[in-house]
């Protein structure tokens, strides 16, 4: 009994002090007995007793937790459009970029074979005609052949360009579409860097076929001429036709200065021609004066007869100047085409410095003045002038004295029988798929610089995507296609840091 009411003074106490809650949850009814038991838990846990405190029998849920995990799913929801919404934005505009340079490149294309089909109805003229450059013994017809050879290396160029740019709108990576593209740049660079110096070799022709027509030069120094014209000539023919991208991108930048060189011989050789038709007026006049005399009646003169203009003497392509200078006479460049080129350019499909030698050719004698590089303000702006456009081709050598970078063969040589079975043949042949790449970058995805122990690595680069291709051609159950082989390789080469800028490969 004693020991009972210490108890209920001992509780009471704590309700004084504070120490114990005086309202019990709803959901429990107890008496006060049972609160004073209770209430004695902590403070013998305390050190009063060894006892744990008893727990509740169940704790009501937070009404704040539902809501909390709402917010979160809504917020990672939310997270997850944003970046299918950026992704798909993305993707998006990668296909645009594409498409633009598709239609840019076949534009360019078209460019092309509008001058080589102009070329070839004037060389098929000139080559038909019973006079001047075809007539008499006929030793200026292989200079007419020489152009004609020409002309047909510049149409397979354009062929093989064409099937390289269907190749790319058959494939769907729009990464791959571009660097097809690029892969066929140098094509179409060299292309359309010969068609220039054939028209040029075109006015030179129609220039000799005029003055041997009209006898105002002599044939064998007209020989001379065409001979030293045509070596001159021949180095860059010779590059261009290698195709090797730095070899072609050489060779444009020193066409304007070849041009302006070439123009200048004419325009020498123009003025002889002036010369020689002054001198032959003066001697058609003594003619007359002689043949005015009775007794010398019976003498006559086979003078030619006299030079027509100078337009009509030198073709289509140049004509000169009331100063007697070579002027040229593609000056405009329409706004159309400096779009096209810009587009090209930007997706790093063309060189600037190509465009920008195509441009200076153009525009003729006046842009022939300026310096070898430069270009007027507006043509800068309007190609895209600048360091990310001129870097977006790095060709040539890696540095000053130093050699050539690697080149990456993406598809393996050692499975080249392997690759030509599924349509890796002709312009889409394994070596057109190589990247340049730092020694140290080369060396790292075939397992170090020795290839032997590399190949032993699971991930060595030609270990890893031959396993990828087969492992994908099992599983399909048939022979993989050239698209979606390439598909996969656009996927691995994005995961090994591999530039998709291919170039053509040493075999």
């Known amino acids: ?94 296909r645009q970029d594409a498409l633009a340079a598709q239609l840019a490149f076949r534009g360019a294309i078209l460019d092309v074979s509008g001058s080589t089909r102009r070329i070839s109805a004037e060389l098929s003229s000139l080559k038909s005609s019973v006079r001047g450059i075809s007539g008499g013994t006929g030793v200026f017809v292989p200079y007419v052949d020489y152009g004609e050879s020409q002309l047909r290396w510049i149409d397979a160029q354009i062929a093989a360009t064409i099937r390289l740019a269907n190749a790319a709108s058959e494939v769907e990576d ?83 200065s070849l041009v302006g060189h070439l123009t200048g011989e004419l325009a020498a050789t123009v003025e002889t021609v002036r010369k020689g038709a002054e001198n032959i007026e003066k001697a058609l006049v003594l003619k007359d004066a002689i043949e005015a005399l009775t007794l010398l009646s019976a003498l006559k003169f086979s003078l030619p007869s006299m030079p027509p203009s100078a337009p009509t003497l030198l073709g289509v392509g140049l004509v000169a100047g009331g100063d007697g ?67 977006m081709r790095v060709t040539g050598r890696a540095g000053a004295g130093m050699k050539e970078p690697p080149r990456h063969h993406v598809l393996p040589k050692e499975f080249r029988e392997w690759f030509e079975k599924r349509g890796f043949t002709g312009e889409m042949d394994i070596d057109q798929f190589c990247v340049e790449m730092e020694q140290a970058h080369h060396e790292a995805i075939h397992g170090g610089g020795n290839w032997r122990l590399g190949r032993t690595w699971p991930d060595e680069w030609n270990q890893m995507i031959m396993g990828v291709l087969r492992q994908t051609e099992t599983q399909a159950g048939r022979m993989l296609t050239r698209n979606a082989i390439l598909k996969l390789v656009a996927r691995e080469m994005r995961r090994y840091k591999i530039p998709m800028n291919f170039v053509p490969g040493r075999r």
């Open 325 to 391: 200078v070579m002027m040229g006479t593609r000056i405009v460049v329409s706004a159309e085409w400096v779009e096209m080129m810009h587009q090209l350019v930007r997706a790093g499909v063309l060189s600037l410095s190509v465009v920008s030698a195509a441009v200076r050719i153009h525009a003729g004698q006046v842009m022939m003045a300026q310096a070898h590089d430069e270009l007027p303000r507006g043509v800068r702006e309007a190609l895209g002038d600048g360091p990310e456009v001129r870097g």
């Open 1 to 94: 009994m004693v020991g009972r009411w210490t108890g209920l003074l001992l509780a009471l106490t704590l309700l004084s002090t504070g120490c114990v809650s005086l309202t019990p949850p709803p959901s429990q009814r107890m008496s006060l007995h049972d609160t004073a038991r209770e209430a004695t838990g902590p403070v013998l846990a305390q050190g009063l007793s060894v006892g744990a405190p008893r727990a509740p029998a169940s704790t009501p849920p937070s009404p704040a937790e539902p809501k909390a995990h709402e917010r979160l799913h809504r917020r990672r929801a939310a997270r997850e459009v944003m970046t299918a919404a950026v992704s798909d934005s993305a993707e998006r505009a990668a």
């Open 174 to 256: 729009p990464d791959i579409q571009l660097a097809l593209l690029r892969l066929a740049g140098p094509r179409l660079e060299a292309a359309m860097m010969s068609s220039l110096l054939l028209a040029v070799w075109l006015d030179i022709l129609q220039f000799a076929d005029a003055v041997l027509t009209q006898r105002l030069y002599s044939v064998e120094r007209m020989f001379v001429d065409m001979n030293r014209w045509q070596v001159t000539m021949e180095p860059a023919i010779t590059a261009l036709s290698s195709l090797e991208p730095g070899q072609v991108e050489a060779a444009a930048q020193d066409v304007p």
